[in-house]
């Protein structure tokens, strides 16, 4: 959303999401953002997806692989992982506390979210984007 699209967002109904090294903000009113058929409604993917931010997920979304795997910072507000989701997180690299499936993790209500793409599993070449962008990341 530019500048001039912008309008006032309730704070109540404000979700802002930070994606990390990156530094990117993004913000829409809850329950209103367009499902883009990628990872499940309101999925950290499918924010992702919706204003631009890369986050690799090469089985498109549907819980078949850990390329979306991210840190979660703050968990509350956030879907709980379902078993489908714990038994994939098994095979994921450098599992943390805080690790979800960026497919599987979905926003469950207004607030403010801080997740990080860890730099190993930023692949900036498989969907076409440019290597330029992991430069220095």
Known sequence: MSD?????????KLVR??????????????GTMPYEHHGKPMSF?????????????????????TTCHLWIKDQEGISPADDDELD???????????SRLGCQAVITK???YVV?????????TSEGKPLAMAEGK
């Not at 001039?4 to 109540?12: N, V």
């Open 4 to 12: 001039t699209e912008k309008k006032e967002i309730p704070p109540e």
């Open 17 to 30: 999401v930070t994606f990390m090294p990156e530094g990117k903000t993004v913000e829409f009113e809850f």
């Open 45 to 65: 993917l499918d924010v992702a997806e919706n204003f631009g931010v890369f986050l690799d997920h090469a089985c498109g979304g549907v819980c078949a692989c």
């Open 88 to 98: 994939r997180m098994d095979m994921a690299a450098d599992q943390q506390l805080d």
């Open 110 to 112: 207004p607030g403010n």
């Open 116 to 124: 990080e793409i860890p730099k190993w599993n930023r692949n900036y």
